[in-house]
């Protein structure tokens, strides 16, 4: 099947090169010209693992084209919408700028029976508004959200846990949803749950999966702040209310928090529609769930700052991961660079390495010092903060070889992700969050 995709950002390139993957001819289009002009040359404008390649495959086999000219979506049978909704500049609510300029680009290249299919995250009721003006084309409009995780968002597109496709009432719908099960062939034949709704319920689902992470990371982070004044241990905590089925234990692991470009501005966008739609108390809980996660950063901040005696002025602080997550070079409000930033802030000589996302964060916060070798990056540093759990430190970075650089044995585990027993061993003064 022809398809295209407009916008060629993350979501967009990787949903490009997936399709390409499993067989269609695929144009990805995009208004910025020097993000085409990388794409173009099979080269990934941002670290993903797994991208790289099945870019170069599909440039190759010539399944795979970008272009800056969206007369190019002419004759595809889908068009995914996968532009930003980044939070408005004045408020907590979705800018939908992108969402209507791709859209309104789009529509004089519409055919019959083609499908528009977003992608995009937006708040609720933004699809029926879009196919007021989808529709007279003749084409259909269909809400199809992303689920991907990043460092995982290759194999989240060509495997996912569930496909969603809210689709208009009646005949027209379910020739969209059989369209949509060509397109996705190889998850439909593995028998990948398939979910046929509304508008409405299909935008839900992804903002509503949003909320509940985020708020799992919170909850488990507000433990760790009772275990700081009790004496409890938070991870040992977690591991317990894990076994339960009902609980599960992904995603309680207390630290300084989510960032990204997903977590933090969706929960904000959902508060914001739900004022906007008169029920903001049902998710007034959604604005603790933000303090909570901000108040980690504050904390790991503090625990540095104590661990030194009360100032890190003029003190060399080594900061390991610039990056909001490991194998991702992703820094949209990113914890380690806001804990990075605020100890600059306070006077201290901060450090910064990271395996992927140091060029991205030297654009942001040039006034911080980068290092990409780790070792140069401990030598002489009177404090460690792990603020990316990348495996690198996390199961490479021997204690024994760290305590022979630094100046002092002191590290902070903003991640609770280190062998707190073996870094007490090589005799490091350890501080986790929520840990004793």
Same mark, same amino acid.
């Given at each position: ?43 990934? =404008? ?5 991208? @790289? ?15 800056? &000219? ?16 980044? @939070? *408005?500049?004045?408020? !907590?609510?979705? &800018? ?56 995982? %968002?290759? @194999? ?22 059989? +369209? ?8 439909? %034949? ?7 709704? &509304? !508008? ?8 509503? %999966? ?10 488990? /982070? ?13 991870? *040992? ?9 009902? +609980?599960? #234990? ?13 977590? =933090?501005?969706?929960? #904000? ?20 769930? &933000?303090?909570? /996660?901000? #108040? ?10 104590? %661990? ?26 990113? =914890? ?30 040039? @006034? ?25 430190? #996390? ?40 840990? =004793?």
């Amino acid at each position: 099947m022809k398809l295209s995709v407009i916008g060629c950002g993350y979501l967009g390139a990787v949903h490009a090169a997936a399709m390409a993957s499993i067989g269609h001819e695929v144009v990805g289009i995009d208004v910025d010209e020097s993000k085409i002009a990388t794409l173009s040359k099979g080269l990934a =404008p941002f670290f993903e693992p797994g991208l @790289q390649e099945i870019l170069e495959e599909g440039i190759a086999s010539g399944r795979l084209s970008f272009t800056t &000219d969206m007369s190019a979506a002419s004759g595809a049978k889908v068009h995914f919408i996968g532009v930003g909704t980044p @939070q *408005q500049k004045d408020g !907590y609510a979705a &800018d939908l700028t992108y969402v209507n300029a791709a859209v309104d680009g789009l529509l004089p290249y519409l055919a019959p029976g083609d499908i528009v299919a977003g992608k995009s995250t937006v708040p609720v009721g933004t699809a029926a508004n879009l196919a007021e003006r989808v529709t007279p084309t003749g084409a259909t409009l269909v809400w199809n959200p992303e689920f991907l995780r990043e460092g995982f %968002a290759v @194999q989240d597109t060509v495997d996912p846990d569930r496909l969603v496709a809210g689709v208009p009432a009646g005949e027209e719908g379910e020739t969209a949803a059989d +369209i949509l099960r060509e397109v996705y062939h190889p998850s439909v %034949a593995k028998n990948t749950p398939f979910i046929v709704t &509304d !508008y409405a319920t299909a935008e839900l689902v992804k903002v509503s %999966a949003n909320a509940f992470l985020a708020t799992k990371i919170s909850f488990i /982070n507000a433990m760790a702040e009772i275990a700081e004044v009790t004496g409890a241990d938070v991870t *040992q905590l977690a591991d317990a209310i894990g076994h339960d089925a009902r +609980i599960g #234990r992904r995603f309680l692991g207390a630290g300084i928090g989510f960032g990204g470009g997903c977590l =933090p501005k969706d929960i #904000r966008a959902f508060s914001a529609r739900a004022e906007e739609l008169g029920r903001g108390e049902s998710v007034n809980f959604l604005r603790e769930v &933000d303090a909570i /996660n901000l #108040r980690r950063r504050d904390r790991a901040v503090e625990l540095v700052v104590d %661990a030194l005696g009360g100032t890190v002025f003029e003190k060399k602080v080594a900061v390991l991961g610039a990056a909001f997550k490991p194998h991702s070079d992703d820094i949209r409000d990113s =914890p380690a660079l806001d804990v990075a930033v605020r100890l600059k802030g306070l006077g201290a000589d901060v450090v910064v390495t990271d395996p992927a996302a140091i060029e991205n964060a030297k654009r942001v916060h040039p @006034q911080l010092t980068y290092n990409e070798d780790l070792d140069e990056t401990l030598r002489d540093a009177d404090a460690v903060i792990v603020v990316t759990e990348w495996d690198e430190w #996390r199961r490479e970075l021997a204690p024994e070889h760290a305590a022979s650089l630094v100046a002092n044995t002191i590290v902070v585990d903003g991640r609770n992700c280190l062998d707190a027993a073996a870094w007490r061993d090589a005799g490091w003064t350890y501080f986790g969050m929520g840990r =004793p």
